[in-house]
């Protein structure tokens, strides 16, 4: 059993800037590849970022390469999400999740926070 909880949320302008934090506890960190999803009003939930458990594999949504960075540190259970040139359809809740597994592919994942909230004005 693996709890993760977000923070970092905000309200924020287009073209900034924000960094969001995921603190995992329960069972041992490095095991799991951590996710990163969002959904905004109205739509589905979707795939944002994920990274392996060493760190040493990512992947990305289209939207958000380029401009999105997730990493980790295994020391303090801890997975980022440093997100650069925001734009307002980035507005969404922003979900952290775990499962166990190496691939950075596939959306099933079995661990869920409950969501913060970034909101990106024009």
């Known amino acids: 059993q693996v709890q993760v909880v977000e923070s970092g949320g905000g309200l924020v302008q287009a073209g900034t800037s924000l960094r969001l934090s995921c603190a995992a506890s329960?069972?041992?960190?490095?095991?799991?590849?951590m996710g990163w999803f969002r959904q905004a009003p109205g739509k589905d939930r979707e795939f944002v970022a994920a990274i392996s458990w060493s760190g040493g594999l990512t992947n990305y949504a289209d939207s958000v390469k380029g401009r999105f960075t997730i990493s980790r540190d295994n020391t303090r259970n801890t997975v980022y999400l440093q997100m650069n040139s925001l734009k307002p359809e980035d507005t969404a809740v922003y979900y952290c999740a775990a499962k166990m597994g190496v691939s950075v592919f596939g959306y099933q994942y079995d661990y869920w926070g409950q969501g913060t909230q970034v909101t990106v004005s024009s």
């Open positions: 329960g069972r041992v960190f490095s095991d799991y590849t």
